[in-house]
């Protein structure tokens, strides 16, 4: 039985289990056929239950600059707890893929939710190509400090000494008065490794398998996969194996409802990316390995994704260590570590007091816009030295000449005329008629879809529209 909870559903679900929580708008949907799994609630005493995320590529909370964004450390922080609340017996696993980018800001990003993991209780984090762009340095600390295991089984480690990482793991659950042992593997697709990596080697996952899944087979009673690959490649795997019984998978998947699939016996099952669902697997309790009859139609796993939505509040804990990571941000001055190029045609940013001299009506137009206070929504936050967030909050962020500090460039706060129209030195000089050309592709450059999901250029530029002005001010728009 395959339950999705999303946003979009329309069948709302009062859980009883989750204690004070209500999770609304359940949309349930059979995938296997035949007779209808068990609810989670009626396997949690006999079954084998399992968390899985992954993909975080660096988001370590929505923005908040739209109020339907999903995902969060703290949010999901505070669903585990409630699933714990009904059943302690939980294995959490992560994906792979802690960062986003490269940098010094993501490198406090990973220790950061690395540390959020470890708090939450994972068991392991399967090492995906984005963290391994971080470096074997910085990977190899983090392998070392936290107690969350890093598992791959196709990486040979060349630096054992340095990383700290195990071709799988075996847990042991506690159900009744059994002990089931579940094996957990990973792999990483080497076609997203960059050769230039000379510290590690990545194997073919069909090859590098064979062997840990012969020692493994009658030694635990469940196989778990964590395959950071594309699903395709996933699938191959699991009808190269099915042994297998599950394989959580699903590499650049921003829709995971739309991709379970089921090979032989093996259950493919998509994570996600950057944080906004939480996974949660019930597996029948029947499936040992020395056990030839596979599980019926009548006994299939019940599979759940989750939106991280506004239904689920912000765990204080996690907040806090987030609280924790943007004070880093500015005891480390980030903002003034950006990189920076020259503008464009060796322009330079003049700042709005200057436009306002021959553009008055349509600045005081202007002030009276989110765009104006865009950087006081970042005082509210805290976020005001967050270079990510500062990016689209300022103007000329990236550029020479263009927002530095509060302290230095306090004429640059908010999202100004030069944030559209580019720098306006030659403009103040020459009150050139070709300056400052617009369109939509100048608005996503911030408005894309991560940040301002519900972006429709029509209905924003109504919100910012310039008004008319004395033809010899006019300003192109």
């Not at 950061?112 to 708090?119: E, I, N």
């Not at 990483?188 to 899944?213: G, M």
Request: charged share 25%.
């Amino acid at each position: 039985m395959i339950r999705i909870i999303s946003q979009y559903s329309v069948l709302k679900t009062l859980i009883i289990v989750f204690m004070l929580l209500v999770l609304s708008n359940q949309n349930s949907d059979r995938l296997y056929g035949g007779e209808a799994g068990k609810s989670l609630n009626e396997t949690s005493e006999t079954a084998i239950n399992i968390i899985f995320t992954g993909e975080e590529n660096g988001y370590l909370e929505p923005c908040g600059c739209s109020e339907k964004e999903l995902g969060g450390l703290p949010k999901r922080h505070s669903l585990i707890n409630l699933l714990r609340e009904r059943d302690g017996n939980w294995i959490l696993l992560s994906l792979g893929d802690l960062p986003g980018k490269v940098g010094r800001q993501d490198e406090i990003k990973m220790e950061t939710t690395l540390k959020a993991l470890d708090q939450m209780g994972y068991a392991a984090h399967n090492i995906g190509e984005k963290d391994i762009s971080m470096g074997i340095d910085l990977l190899g600390y983090l392998s070392q400090i936290s107690s969350v295991e890093f598992i791959s089984s196709n990486i040979v480690n060349l630096n054992p000494q340095i990383l700290k990482i195990k071709p799988y793991i075996v847990k042991e659950i506690k159900i009744k008065e059994a002990t089931v042992r579940v094996g957990i593997l990973g792999i990483v697709s080497p076609e997203l490794i960059d050769d230039a990596y000379q510290e590690i080697e990545v194997v073919d996952p069909i090859e590098s398998l064979k062997p840990l899944l012969d020692k493994l087979s009658d030694k635990t009673d469940l196989l778990i996969l964590l395959s950071h690959a594309e699903i395709e490649d996933s699938i191959k795997i699991a009808e190269a194996y099915p042994g297998f019984d599950l394989i959580i998978s699903g590499h650049r998947v921003d829709r995971p409802s739309l991709y379970f699939e089921k090979v032989k016996d093996t259950y493919v099952v998509p994570v996600g990316e950057k944080g906004k669902f939480l996974g949660t697997v019930t597996m029948p309790p029947k499936l040992s390995r020395t056990n030839e009859d596979r599980p019926s139609n009548s006994n299939l796993p019940a599979v759940e994704i989750i939106s991280l939505d506004e239904r689920f509040e912000d765990s204080p804990e996690i907040k806090m260590l987030l609280k924790i990571y943007q004070q880093r941000l500015r005891d480390e001055e980030l903002l003034k570590r950006v990189f920076k190029t020259d503008p464009p045609l060796n322009l330079t940013y003049i700042g709005n007091d200057d436009c306002a001299v021959c553009h008055n009506k349509i600045f005081k137009h202007w002030e009276n816009t989110s765009h104006a206070s865009a950087y006081e929504t970042l005082l509210k936050v805290e976020h005001e030295y967050d270079p990510e967030c500062i990016e689209c909050h300022t103007t000329g962020l990236n550029y020479f000449t263009g927002f530095a500090t509060i302290e230095s460039t306090p004429g640059l706060k908010g999202v100004g005329c030069e944030s559209c129209h580019g720098p306006g030195s030659a403009h103040k000089e020459t009150q050139s008629k070709d300056y400052g050309m617009v369109d939509a592709n100048s608005c996503i450059i911030c408005h894309e879809d991560e940040h301002s999901p519900g972006f429709q250029f029509k209905d924003y530029w109504q919100k910012i529209i310039h008004p008319p002005e004395d033809k010899s001010h006019n300003l192109n728009k």
